[in-house]
């Protein structure tokens, strides 16, 4: 796996992954305008069920990162949503070939997959189809997000399925042995009736059960599994799967704690009827929260949770999983992915030290050879995360080393314009203000060699973005308001 996703947060455990794109011709427009419908369906209560399931889309997920499903569930494509333009029926054998195709590239691990068509009509489009829905326009098309559920209630089934079949203790069967990709030669040739290799049979199905029960909403049972993986993988010294049990305990202890979730998004999530107590989620108020970020009148509530992390523990863990993972120098994302999580749940804790050790390992996570464009997205999210915890001198660092990313020698075409903005997001980290008012005489704020250096950038930037009057006026200011620092050289 070679591409992290840096927006990932401890309750993206518990969803379901699912790939929405376009088939053949389709305008981004008309795209991006039923995806954002198709992303609006989230979450779901599943019927005769108190369980709600998240759903986690994506526009663009890269195939071989597929192939870590069997290590970490959400990172599996278990849905495929495709939108397609299709105006004559002579087109429509050709359209539903391209759909196959495009399910054979996630084709190992779908649960099920949807096609929507637009613009074709008559008798093609009458007849019904479980896999397929028709519309004339994308004007004229209400019933996607019905749809939609109807989709996911088709994941839920699966899902169900395979979390009892995986569950199921069948006696005399062998357990397989899950492997991410680069460990399958690494077991060419094992005793396969050693006690060792059973035991790290055992621990790896047990963590996989525990991922199945966390997104099937399962919240409690998922605990169990995930404890009893620890110890198995543990006694085994099977270090990577062991980080992976230990961080599907820290999420599902997360999503107990912090029912809002982590990541930031607008409006709170809703928790699993049948796996907490039915207020639980309902006393979870913003604005009443104790250092730890959990609200005080649950606080014994969550104590009492069986084989649930309590807030300090989650971070502990978090730290041993990272450390099983740094071992390896393949797993070098998900090290990465498991820092940027726990920095997230260190803000909601208010543990600004804390989450800065984790950001600065990592900083120092090794990865492939990275393109100019994913050194400038590293250095963006790293400076997001900075200023997340209250790190704004260190946020606008960073904010100015992708700056200056977007410019690099070895870029073809240098994003001038994209630099001098982000040099522009830097100001206030470093207590500057382009307002001359602000700079009252004999009490001057900041670092003035790190203010000078930043101005001279934006003068430099604004010249090669080709506006020369913009460059005088920040060159006018620096003078103005820096003279006194300014040296005769």
Known sequence: MSVPDYMQCAEDHQALLVVAQPVGIVSEENFFRIYKRICSVSQLSMRDSQRVLFIR???HYPPENNEWGDFQTHRKVVGLITITDCFSAKDWPQTFEKFHMQKEIYGSTLYDSRLFVFGLQGDVAEQPRPDVAFYPSYDDCDSVEK???DFIESLFIVLESKRLDRATDKSGDKIPLLCVPFEKKDFVGLDTDSR?????????????????CLQAGMLQDSLVHYHMAVELLRSVNDFLWLGAALEGLCSASVIYHYPGGTGGKTGARRLPGSSLPSETANRHRPGALTTNGINPDTSAEIGRAKNCLSPEDIIDKYKEAISCYSKYKNAGVIELEACVKAVRVLAIQKRSMEASEFLQNAVYINLR???EEEKIQRYSILSELYELIGFHRKSAFFKR?????CVAPSIAEPGWRACYKLLLETLPGYSLSLDPKDFNKGT???WAAVQMRLLHELVYASRRMGNPALSVRHLSFLLQTMLDFLSDQ
Request: proline share 0%; charged share 30%; with cysteine.
């Open 57 to 59: 889309y994506r526009h």
């Open 147 to 149: 749809r939609i559920e």
């Open 196 to 212: 060792h290799y059973k035991k790290r049979c055992q621990g790896r199905m047990r963590k996989h059960v525990g991922d199945l």
């Open 369 to 371: 050879q990275l393109s």
């Open 401 to 405: 080393v992708a700056a200056m990313q």
């Open 444 to 446: 001057h704020r900041g």
